[in-house]
C-alpha cells in the first residue's frame, strides 16, 4: 500500500526539499511541495528505467578514492608524455573484453576510463562484451587490458554485484 502511495520515496522526500528551499516556508508551500512530491514520482516511476544498485557502498566510496588518486597520477604521466617527444608516443586502440554486465556498470566503466587522463572510451560493441578505448600511449596492449580489468572492473563487479 504504502508502496503504491510512495512508488520512488528517496524522490519525494528530495522534491519536498528542494520545493521548500526554491520557495518561501510556508505550510501552504509545504502542503503544495507535498502535493508535488507525492504526484511525480508516481507518474514518473513507470517511465524510470531499473538500474544495477551499488551493494557495497563502502567499496564504492574506496573505489571512487582510487580513481581519483589514478586521475592525478596519470595527469603527471600525460603531462611528462606531452612535454617529451612525440616521436615517443605510441597511440592506439584497443578492445576490452567485458565480464561486467548491466548498462548502468559499464557507464560506469567507461566514464572512469575517460575520466583518466591518457585513455578514451570509444564505443561498446554491437553485443555490449567489448569496449574500444582510445590510448595516448601503448607499451604492452595486453598490460594494459589487464590493468583496466583488474583496477577497475573486477571492483565495479563486486560494487554492483554483477
Not at 81 to 97: C, D, E, W
Request: proline share 7%; hydrophobic share 50%.
Amino acid at each position: 500500500m504504502l508502496k503504491k502511495i510512495f512508488p520512488m520515496p528517496l524522490h519525494s522526500v528530495l522534491l519536498v526539499i528542494v520545493w521548500l528551499l526554491l520557495n518561501e516556508f510556508t505550510f501552504g508551500h509545504l502542503v503544495l511541495g507535498t502535493i508535488l512530491a507525492i504526484i511525480i514520482p508516481w507518474v514518473a516511476a513507470p517511465l524510470s528505467d531499473p538500474h544495477a544498485r551499488v551493494k557495497k557502498p563502502l567499496h564504492a566510496l574506496r573505489y571512487i578514492i582510487m580513481v581519483l588518486g589514478d586521475i592525478v597520477v596519470s595527469n603527471f604521466e600525460v603531462a611528462g608524455r606531452i612535454l617529451s617527444s612525440n616521436k615517443n608516443l605510441k597511440p592506439g586502440l584497443i578492445a576490452l573484453p567485458l565480464d561486467l554486465t548491466g548498462h548502468f556498470p559499464l557507464a560506469v566503466l567507461a566514464s572512469t576510463i575517460s575520466l583518466t587522463p591518457g585513455t578514451v572510451s570509444v564505443d561498446f560493441s554491437e553485443d555490449m562484451q567489448w569496449l574500444y578505448i582510445h590510448a595516448l600511449h601503448i607499451d604492452d596492449e595486453q598490460s594494459l587490458i589487464e590493468r583496466i580489468k583488474t583496477r577497475y572492473e573486477a571492483p565495479l563487479r563486486e560494487i554492483f554485484a554483477c
